[in-house]
């Protein structure tokens, strides 16, 4: 699989969520039990993740997929 991930960004949680179809406490569950790209602290109330993390996570996913894992 190719896959062009683009330049950096710092993606907030509504973004992350229509990326990876998820919703909010599956989203965080996942993160939880360290099986999804974790957040960096952007202060006291704001957290993101980084873009190419998320792209490669989803692109696992597929790979998991295609593979006959998923």
Known sequence: MNLDVG???LLRLPEVLDRVGLRRSAWY???GAGRA?????LGLRCVAWSSIEIDLWVAAR????EDGQG
Not at 37 to 41: T, V, W
Not at 62 to 65: A, G, I, K, V
């Open 7 to 9: 330049p950096l960004r």
């Open 29 to 31: 569950e996942l993160v």
């Open 62 to 65: 597929l790979s998991e997929r």
């Open 37 to 41: 790209p974790q957040p960096c602290r």
